[in-house]
């Protein structure tokens, strides 16, 4: 299923498709935190269960027009590459379980992770998305990124 775009992302600002600004953490777009320990540290370990209910969530928030991303939050040891690749994996695979909510505009990106590498593996299958940071020095480095 693939999804269109209803954003598009310009010098770290989100736009609707018409042009007009998208305010972020407004009643219609939220930040929505995503525990890495709740998806599951591993492929092992994935909550499909967590997953599943997430993805019911964002649907009925797609119902009352609410959009949203999601912040993937490191909630557990991530220093080793080994660990770093694993957090990527498990997002990538969140976004795999919310592929059909149409109202996911895309996904922060976790500090802890590679940003080229976290929006590579994410955008391979959700071109769509739109990827947000806090970061002051990964904003200024891509127009693209949101900032909030």
């Known amino acids: 299923m693939k999804i269109e775009a209803k954003f598009y992302s310009e010098k770290n600002q989100l736009y609707f498709l018409d042009g007009s600004k998208a305010e972020l953490n407004s009643e219609k777009i939220k930040a929505y935190d995503v525990k890495w320990t709740e998806v599951g540290l591993d492929e092992d ?20 027009g609410t959009y949203g991303f999601v912040v993937p939050v490191c909630d557990s040891a991530c220093q080793t590459e080994e ?3 694993n957090l990527v994996a498990s997002f990538k695979h969140c976004a795999r379980r919310i592929k059909d909510c149409e109202n996911i505009i895309g996904f922060a990106i ?3 992770a590679d940003s080229a590498y976290f929006m590579e593996e994410l955008s391979a299958k959700h071109k769509h998305y739109i990827y947000f940071t806090k970061d002051q020095n990964l904003s200024k480095s891509n ?6």
């Open 45 to 64: 370990s994935y909550n499909e269960e967590f997953l599943a209910n997430l993805r019911e969530q964002f649907k009925a928030l797609e119902e009352n």
């Open 83 to 85: 660990q770093k690749e």
């Open 110 to 112: 976790p500090s802890e």
């Open 143 to 148: 127009e693209k990124i949101v900032k909030f």
